[in-house]
């Protein structure tokens, strides 16, 4: 991709990774729907500037399961970030992305681009919040800002998508980054994980934005729990001079 072109990113989510290979979440085969996704992101990640992946990394919080998702990701050879989902230990991600390429920094800086990272997990629970910390160090980020344009990513949604039983566990008390996303114009999209399906929303003047999952596909609308038969994916994002986010889904179709 020339200079002068857009920054590319790639978003993964969702990963639900077991030590066990074999291992099934929701009645599918997390790694091999994993496999399928990342050798379709292989051709988009030698043209891409980034790597994020926002939540959910590991289902059972093994130590195997993250190393093994580190040692995938470092394949695509991308400089990336990592944040925590409600199934996530913190800690075995610092240890499993400690670097050189993806790690669990704060932000991720590409030309005229900022993302932040966010940590909506309260631990031992499925839905999210932003606790005083985390909610300080945008406000930090914000102010110590070198780029025109910055993206915020986490794991939860902040907004309603329309599917009640995962409206019920998204981003608590959302009025927080609500006032941030109105007060900084330069935030031009919040990216989120959690509902294992797409959306892009208008919010506040920016965007909200989810990946697919690699894992279980969850059927948007549902009122209960209702697994989707959508395939796994991956999303990426063209990011302009101008502030301008083009942004489309792969989906793994094929082993
Ligand atoms: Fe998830």
New binding site residues.
């Given amino acids: 991709m020339s200079p002068a072109g857009p920054v590319r990113l790639l978003q993964l989510s969702?990963t639900?990774l077991f030590a066990d290979p074999d291992k099934r979440q929701a009645g599918v085969n997390v790694r091999d729907r994993f496999n399928r996704t990342l050798a379709a992101m292989k051709p988009w990640a030698a043209h891409a500037h980034g790597l994020l992946h926002t939540?959910?990394l590991v289902h059972d919080e093994s130590a195997a399961g993250y190393d093994d998702l580190a040692a995938q990701l470092a394949t695509l050879g991308l400089p990336g970030r990592v944040i925590p989902?409600n199934?996530d230990d913190p800690r075995q991600m610092a240890r499993a992305f400690a670097g050189p390429l993806i790690t669990t920094g704060r932000s991720l800086v590409v030309r005229d681009w900022t993302v932040i990272m966010l940590n909506t997990q309260i631990p031992g629970a499925v839905p999210g919040a932003l606790a005083e910390g985390e909610l300080a160090a945008l406000d930090e980020a914000l102010e110590a800002l070198t780029t025109d344009h910055v993206i915020v990513a986490m794991h939860h949604p902040p907004i309603p998508v329309g599917t009640p039983w995962l409206d019920a566990i998204a981003l608590q008390r959302p009025a927080a980054l609500q006032a941030r996303i109105e007060a900084e114009s330069r935030i031009r999209a919040v990216l989120v994980?959690?509902i294992?399906h797409p959306v892009d929303r208008p919010w506040c003047g920016a965007r909200v934005i989810s990946a697919p999952?690699t894992?279980a596909d969850f059927c948007p609308g549902a009122a209960d729990f209702t697994r989707g038969e959508a395939p796994p994916g991956f999303r990426w994002l063209d990011l302009g001079p101008g502030g301008e986010i083009d942004t489309g889904v792969v989906w793994a179709t094929h082993g």
């Fill in positions: 969702d639900h939540g959910d989902g199934h994980g959690h294992h999952s894992a």
